[in-house]
T-cell receptor, first 117, second 111 residues
Framework: GAVVSQHPSRVICKSGTSVKIECRSL??????MFWYRQFPKQSLMLMAT?????????EQGVEKDKFLINHASLTLSTLTVTSAHPEDSSFYIC?????????????FGPGTRLTVT | LAKTTQPISMDSYEGQEVNITCSHN???????ITWYQQFPSQGPRFIIQ???TKVTNEVASLFIPADRKSSTLSLPRVSLSDTAVYYC????????????FGGGTRLMVKP
C-alpha cells in the first residue's frame, strides 16, 4: 500500500519557539492531506485540511495563525506550530487519501510526538 | 457526517474470534464503512472497508446488515499483537473527504 512519512517522529522544544512537522506521500501524489491531533487516551481530532495550491481549511476552534499549514507540492505538507506552549504538547498525525485503484483509503503517517517544555 | 458508536473497550483471549460492533444510525446512501487499527504512538492503519453485506480480506471480515445502520468487524483467532484501538468510520469516498474519528474500541487480548 501507499506510504506516508512524517518528520520528525519526536521533538522537544521550549515554550515560545516554533516547530515544523513535515508530512510526505512517498509513492503517490496527494492534492489533499489532513492533519490530526491526538491527546493521550483520546481519539484523533481533525485540525485542518491541507490543499495543494490553495489555503488550508481549519476546523472550528483551531487557530490558523498558530498552526500554519503549507502544502508546498503534491507530496509534501508542513504543519508549523508557532509560539508553542505546553498545552500544544500532543501527538500530531497526518493522512492522505490515495484514490488510485478500486479502494479508497486514507494512509496515515506514523505521527510526531511534540513535547513543549 | 454520520456519527458512530462503539463499545469503549473489550477483552478477549488469544485464539478467540473477536467481534466489534459499530452503530451508525444516520449513515447516508453514499457512505462507506471503514475500520482502522491504531497501536500506541502510531498512526492508524486501514483494516477493511465495505458498503453492504460482507467483505473479507486477509486480516478481518466486515459484516453489514441490509439497513446499514450498524456493522461488525470480525477478527478471527486474535493474538496478543491485536491489542489496539479499533475505529469505525463512516463517510463518503468522494474526493477530499476527511475522516471524523469517534471514540474507538480499545481491545485487550490476554494470554
Amino acid at each position: 500500500g501507499a506510504v506516508v512519512s512524517q518528520h520528525p517522529s519526536r521533538v522537544i522544544c521550549k515554550s515560545g519557539t516554533s516547530v515544523k512537522i513535515e508530512c510526505r506521500s512517498l509513492d503517490f501524489q496527494a492534492t489533499t492531506m489532513f492533519w490530526y491531533r491526538q491527546f493521550p487516551k483520546q481519539s484523533l481530532m481533525l485540525m485542518a485540511t491541507s490543499n495543494e495550491g490553495s489555503k488550508a481549511t481549519y476546523e472550528q476552534g483551531v487557530e490558523k495563525d498558530k498552526f500554519l499549514i503549507n502544502h508546498a507540492s503534491l507530496t509534501l505538507s508542513t504543519l508549523t506550530v508557532t509560539s508553542a506552549h505546553p498545552e500544544d504538547s500532543s501527538f500530531y498525525i497526518c493522512s492522505a487519501p490515495d484514490r488510485g485503484g478500486s479502494s479508497y483509503e486514507q494512509y496515515f503517517g506514523p505521527g510526531t510526538r511534540l513535547t513543549v517544555t | 457526517l454520520a456519527k458512530t458508536t462503539q463499545p469503549i473497550s473489550m477483552d478477549s483471549y488469544e485464539g478467540q474470534e473477536v467481534n466489534i460492533t459499530c452503530s451508525h444510525n444516520n449513515i447516508a446512501t453514499n457512505d462507506y464503512i471503514t475500520w482502522y487499527q491504531q497501536f500506541p504512538s502510531q498512526g492508524p492503519r486501514f483494516i477493511i472497508q465495505g458498503y453492504k453485506t460482507k467483505v473479507t480480506n486477509e486480516v478481518a471480515s466486515l459484516f453489514i446488515p441490509a439497513d446499514r445502520k450498524s456493522s461488525t468487524l470480525s477478527l478471527p483467532r486474535v493474538s496478543l499483537s491485536d491489542t489496539a484501538v479499533y475505529y469505525c468510520l463512516v463517510g463518503d469516498r468522494g474526493a477530499g473527504n476527511m475522516l471524523t474519528f469517534g471514540g474507538g474500541t480499545r481491545l485487550m487480548v490476554k494470554p
